[in-house]
């Protein structure tokens, strides 16, 4: 026992660089550290949040956990008297889904995006001291992606100055809304709008579902669970939902009426804010998700290092620091390094990149406070391809991470499956990631068709005004090294990125109608986002790099993280380098060989760089994680608790094991 824990002592002894700096840069600020490392540790230390028996809890007893701790949430966050910043650290440290997630996450959102000034007076104080709980309630049963297809109908009635919300088909039913199926008392329903007899397409609406007083459902609404959804634990500790309205009947100022109104004459008027405001809240919760990936990878990677660190399998005999024979650690397998490293450097990559899309989120608000609509665009393209690109990895990264710790890894007390199960509908909720990389297509090629009218791209499409020079540059690497040069990195991914999409924007040419193309050569387009995207990872990693950044060391280990982000995408993504001339065969070649010589500089130093998450034991939830490293002893620990060690001889082996013996013994006697 005593020798695991020295691994990781010995490890961290190893760093070449200053932790605590690193922890600040990771968190974003001196002060974004100090107070998410306090409330950390005030989760951590009350029993209250205690999650270790999540595996364990049938359906309905996880979710009455779940609802308890919310409420013990918010009595804790009035007592403490906490800041809004403070609360949302609280509520992410918890980790427990919950309807509190899309009440916070998308009602308020919804509300304070969509809605007018008036009503935002009325509804936000109701919501925000939780006097009413919200849900979202987008998608049907029969459309998720296709907003535009919704069939919920909100008609105006100009007698009684109402609107009829109906679900005119079993596909109608409002599907998947968090909170819903047995919490949430109101709901932003998207329904068609219909006002003399012309349809204006989807809108939003808040409609009460509950009553107040008994929490039944209110005339006309049908509302439930959908049921399990994939994995223990997870996803299953919310309720998600069902709903249906039979001719329910809402005053006309509870339509949202920011984007536009309808008038007591029932008159349909438009305002000068775009429509596309009224997917405000998707935008703004794609920025979100961008940062829950990095979480979500860093913790996964976290305790896949940790343990590769303590695990010891094979190999010649070495040393240890007390001179005895001891077999290789894991971490040292040239193998397990191409598999673990590349994921360390996309969460710092992805925190990064997430840091900077919270930063253009912000910017585009203020602009929309200013009736400055021009950075929509760009910012729907951002949060909608850098959503898809971060989930997409991060989900592949826990699962490999999982793998990489072997047999435990698929323990649940390793907790990487429930932060799998968790994660894994990232990748389809606030946008199917293929659905929302065609919307990043949509976008590049119109960036593309506007050069030629001489239109300047702007933001992270800038890149594309060198198109000349992009298409025909060569890269100049000559040696391993010179992989090391951010400038010649990025030249190469902007070559990539935009020969891919020219190529997409001369094909489309060759179609009858733009639809016809689109839909032909959508796998090609869906590459050319992805390449577009990783390359706004890439730049906004190397911009961090050109920052002033303080601490021992830190900038140096950055600078290998960054290193390894690149050539290893470049070493994944082969393909598409070669085939657009962006690199050659003998310079792919370097890639890899300088590749594999970052692999070894940063090994030293791989335990301090997921100490510098800052993740306490509780919110990583995992055996194999623990920052002590005491693995074995603990596994055997953990299952001793499990349920089916409460008695020797199993429940069932009367009824079902002694007689199939018996009879077995008989048998053979026989
Ligand atoms: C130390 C670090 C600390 C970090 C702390 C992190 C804390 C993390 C906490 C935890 C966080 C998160 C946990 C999450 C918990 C779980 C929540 C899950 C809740 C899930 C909710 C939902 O899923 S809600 C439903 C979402 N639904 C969708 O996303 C549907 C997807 N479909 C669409 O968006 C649209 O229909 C689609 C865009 C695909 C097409 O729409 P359509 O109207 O047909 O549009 P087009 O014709 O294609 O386009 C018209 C033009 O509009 C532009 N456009 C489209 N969408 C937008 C938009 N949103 N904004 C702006 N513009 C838009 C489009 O580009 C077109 O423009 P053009 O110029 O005409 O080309
Ligand atoms: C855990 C979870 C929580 C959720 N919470 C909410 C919530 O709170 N509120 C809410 O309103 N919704 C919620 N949703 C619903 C979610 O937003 C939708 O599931 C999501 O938008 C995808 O839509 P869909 O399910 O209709 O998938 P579909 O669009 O049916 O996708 C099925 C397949 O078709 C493909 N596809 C679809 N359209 C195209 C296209 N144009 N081109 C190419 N391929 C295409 C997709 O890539 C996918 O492979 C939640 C979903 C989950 C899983």
Redesign the pocket.
Known sequence: MERIMDHLAHERSKAQFSVEEMKII???SLH?FQV?DRIARLVASDPGFRKDNRAVLSRKELFKSALRKAAYVWKRINELALSEEEA?WL??YVDE?AYA??HW??FVPAIKGSATEEQQQKWLPLANNMQIIGT?A??ELGH?????GLETTATFDQETDEFIIHSPTLTSSKW???GLGKVATHAVVYARLITDGQDYGVHGFLVQIRSLDDHFPLPGVTVGDIGMKFGSGAFNSIDNGFLRFNHVRIPRNQMLMKVSRVTRQGKYVESNV?K??L?????Y?RQ??V??A??ALSRAVCIATRYSAVRRQFGPPHEDENGKGVETQVIDYKTQQSRLFPLLASAYAF?FV?EWLKWLYTDLIQKLEANDFST??E???C??GLKSLTTSAAADGIKECWKLCGGHGYLSSSGLPELYAAFV??C?????NI??L??VS??LM?TISQLQTGKKPIGTTAYMAHVEHLIQCRCTVQKAEDWLNPSVILEAFEARAIRLSVACAENLTKFATPLQGFSELSPDLVEAAVAHCQLIVVSKFIEKLQQNIEGNGVKQQLETLCNIYCLNLIHKHLGDFLSTGSISPKQASLASDQLRSRYSKLRSNVIALVDAFNYTDHFLGSVLGRYDGNVYPKLYEEAWKDPLNDSIVPDGYHEYIQPLLKQQLQNARL
């Open positions: 990771w968190a974003g974004a998410s949302s509520r992410f889904l997630y899309i996450g998308m979202y987008q998608t998720g992606s296709n907003v535009r998947w809304p968090g775009p596309q405001l997917y405000g809240a998707m935008v919760v979100i998700i940062a829950d990095s979480i925190r997430g929509l665009p910012a729907h393209a949060t909608a509908p990232a389809t909720y606030e946008g199917d659905v929302l065609l919307q949509r976008f119109k």
